[in-house]
């Protein structure tokens, strides 16, 4: 799988475990969350959860008493899987929650979360304890930022809210000469040498600290002048950074630390909608598609996209991150096996061969799913937010399933 499929696949993974884990309440404080921090020994947590087993033998509700110490059964076994927690910690979230009637089932999920914990906590309630990972949600996909005028030239990260200053280069390019003569024109000429070399010196750094990020999502060009114009229009840039240039370009008054800032601070509003700007690219692309008479290289529906992807033929996947569907494999008492997409995988499913009541063998989230065909095929997978009329349409004309097609197929 790709870098960027990868990340994008682990940030999908993460939102959707904690939209169902905040949707969970207990009938009684039976909900337990535990995070566990890298410098905590797992051997550590094990003997505070036999502790906290043997506390919850006095409580006075039997139900209850049964629910928390199975719910920490279930947590003592996953982390025997264990030898240390991984770098960024480990958080499990594990209780019986109400199904319909008075049914109840166990959910555990097991959490690795994108960015560190550092504190361990064990809480026990009528809901499980997201607080320290609700922060974590946020988008923290980068900008790469660059400022420069002939002077001086700034490299940045914008990740989340925080600027990073990467380089900082003053140029020695010598100012303008103001002498006549032959003189004046050798010393120009021996200016815009300096100047090119020191453009090829910001693009070369630029490569170096942008290039293999695959979480950044555009560059951000600023600066006093026409000199940043210039330095991307002459294309100092690596290709592929350049197509990542966000236009326009930004009037800062300043090229140093204090120029990144200004240069966030004027595009804040371009920087909002980047994300929506490359989702409705792929989806214009789409619609472009559809429109040719024969359809074009576009592909729609999940029967079609599933067929076209598993081919090789699909160049993206376009899914609307709304889809909250699964793919599950079933079987009924006569033994027959069927793959099928459903939205409640715990719902009454019945063979399609037969009609007789079947079982899940095993569940896959779709989006998930999908992931993993595209995996062998280099088959760059988009999701598509429904914050944009084009991500409504997705999921509403198109079932929230579409593609972009290398070759037709049929």
């Known amino acids: 799988m790709s870098d960027a499929n990868a990340l994008d696949r682990a940030r999908y993974d993460f939102k959707k475990a904690m939209q169902e884990i905040t949707s969970y309440r207990g009938r009684g404080t039976e909900l337990i969350s535990v995070y566990v921090p890298n410098s905590k020994m797992i051997f550590d947590v094990m003997a505070y959860l036999r502790e906290e087993q043997s506390q919850a033998s006095n409580i006075k509700s039997k139900s209850t008493m049964k629910n928390v110490t199975g719910a920490i059964d279930s947590i003592m076994s996953r982390l025997r899987t264990y030898k240390n927690a991984p770098p960024n910690g480990l958080v499990i979230f ?37 607080e320290p990972l609700n922060d974590m949600l946020l988008d923290k996909r980068s900008y790469g930022l660059i400022t420069i005028d002939r002077k001086e030239a700034t490299l940045g990260l914008l990740s989340g809210s925080r600027i990073s200053v990467l380089k900082h280069f003053d140029s020695l390019v010598p100012s303008k000469h103001h002498q006549g003569g032959q003189s004046s024109v050798r010393f120009e000429r021996l200016i815009e040498i300096a100047a090119h070399e020191f453009y090829k010196k910001v693009a070369d750094n630029a490569t170096e600290v942008f290039l293999n990020r695959p979480e950044l999502q555009g560059i951000i060009v600023g600066g006093p002048g026409a000199t940043k114009d210039f330095f991307v229009k002459e294309e100092y840039l690596h290709h592929e950074l350049r197509k990542k240039v966000v236009n326009p370009l930004f009037d800062t008054g300043y090229t140093d630390e204090s120029g990144l800032r200004e240069l966030v601070d004027v595009a804040k509003d371009t920087l909002t909608d980047i994300q929506l ?130 070759y037709r197929v049929g």
């Open 277 to 406: 700007t490359v989702e409705k690219g792929y989806m214009q692309r789409l619609f472009g598609e559809i429109r040719k008479p024969d359809g074009g290289l576009s592909a729609y529906g999940e029967e079609q996209v599933r067929a076209v992807t598993e081919a090789g033929a699909a160049d993206v996947l376009l899914l609307s991150e709304s889809l909250n569907r699964y793919r599950v494999e079933t079987e009924c008492g006569s033994g027959h096996t069927t793959k099928a997409t459903v939205s409640d995988p715990d719902g009454k499913l019945l063979c399609p061969e037969c009609g007789q009541p079947a079982k899940v063998l095993s569940q896959t989230d779709l989006i998930d799913d999908f992931f993993e065909i595209s995996e062998g095929f280099n088959t760059k997978v988009q999701l598509i937010s429904g914050d944009s009329e084009e991500g409504d349409m997705l999921l509403k004309a198109f079932g929230g399933i579409a593609a972009i097609l290398r």
């Open 94 to 130: 594990c209780g019986e929650v109400p199904r319909a009637g008075d049914q109840t089932k166990m959910v555990q999920y097991t959490l690795e979360p994108p960015e560190e914990i550092t504190t361990f906590l064990y809480r026990c309630d009528s809901e499980f304890f997201t």
